[in-house]
């Protein structure tokens, strides 16, 4: 069992009562004291630790040795979306997360039909981070992306990290999304890479004038085939294609 605990710094010898939700899980496989379980905390590294104590409620443990495993992709990837309706963004956050994306940033556009602000955008960011933490729990990363605040998408292009290589998922692309991946040094693994940033749209993709800003900001169309994805499909593939070529 792998457990993730935020807002928890994990050393050895630490001893702690689990949080609430991964106390559950604790309990409802009937572990008892003197039972191992796997934790993290999202800094990297996993600590092997021993059950302590079963309460009806709290379950104690005590943190033991750390490894240093890193199952992490060797470049940073971000995925900017324009968020798909319905439980398709629930899939797609926790698929990205098990293909080992480091950044998610929501976005409403022009054709977006999935339109959050406020507290309602809050509360569904919080969810999809929470999406997020269980596929890490599950897929064996040892840290859990970040899922943005959402914005604009004419906002946030305006204030994207220029030195990120970028792509966008286009209909009208200058290069295949493998080609653009196999130009020199794209994927060299090094510590000082930029990383990656990838834009996709929403259900019926960016309006002409969103994708020629994009272009005019430095971002390279690049496409996916002839046929066409879903606004969850695109930004998904594109990630496999990256863990492909770097896994």
Known sequence: MRLFLRDVVLSEGLALSLPEGAARHVQVLRQQPGDTVVLFDGRGGEWTARVTQMGRRDVSVA??????????????????????????????VEKAAELGVAAIQPLVCERSVLRLDGERA????????????????QSG???????????????????????????????NPQLSGLQWLQQA???????????????????????????????????????LGARVLRADTAPLMMLSLVAGQLS
Request: charged content about 25%; aromatic content about 4%.
């Open 141 to 171: 990363r040892t840290r859990v992306p970040m899922v943005h605040a959402v914005q604009p998408l004419k906002h946030w292009l305006e204030a994207a990290d220029a030195g990120q290589h970028r792509a966008l998922l286009s209909f």
């Open 63 to 92: 943190v033991e040795a750390r490894q240093d495993v890193d199952r992490e992709l060797p470049v940073a990837v971000t995925l900017a979306l324009g968020m798909p309706a319905n439980d398709r963004m629930d899939a797609l």
């Open 185 to 223: 040094d794209r994927l060299r693994p090094q510590a000082s890479h930029p990383g990656l940033c990838f834009l996709s749209g929403p259900e019926g993709g960016l309006t002409e004038a969103e994708e020629a800003r994009a272009r005019e900001l430095g971002w390279t169309p690049a496409g």
């Open 122 to 137: 809050a509360k569904k960011v919080a969810h999809w981070q929470s999406v997020a933490e269980a596929a890490c729990e």
